[in-house]
């Protein structure tokens, strides 16, 4: 069984940073890829950033335009945890944050079959 925890959403000003962590178990984190999606009120769920394993502790990652020189996700072997590294917070990054795990071309595609449960992001102006 596959288990996303998703953890450091919260509320914070513009310009300001958050991490979110996705911690899983070390199975899942060799297994598959993970990624971020983000779910703004009245809008679809969208792809934020993909990570996948290319080698022993090397991580290859791809990031959505809207947030590249932003955000910045990284794998941590040593933890089977996936971090989004968020900075420049805007108040459009207001949203329900996401983690997910799949084979890499289902993350990046949007469809990947395991989910966490999100953790809220709230950026105000």
């Known amino acids: 069984q596959v288990q996303l925890v998703e953890s450091g959403g919260g509320s914070v000003q513009a310009g300001d940073s958050l991490r979110l962590s996705c911690a899983t178990s070390g199975r899942t984190f060799s297994m598959y890829a993970m990624g971020w999606f983000r779910q703004a009120p009245g809008k679809e769920r969208e792809f934020i950033a993909g990570i996948r394993s290319v080698g022993v502790g090397v991580f290859a990652a791809d990031l959505a335009d809207s947030v590249k020189g932003r955000f910045t996700i990284v794998g941590d072997n040593a933890k089977s945890t996936v971090h989004l590294q968020m900075n420049s917070l805007k108040p459009e990054d207001t949203a329900v944050y996401y983690c997910?795990?799949?084979?890499?071309?289902?993350?990046?595609?949007?469809?990947?079959?395991?989910w966490g449960k999100g953790t809220q992001v709230t950026v105000s102006s």
């Open positions: 997910a795990a799949d084979l890499y071309g289902a993350v990046v595609a949007g469809t990947p079959r395991y």
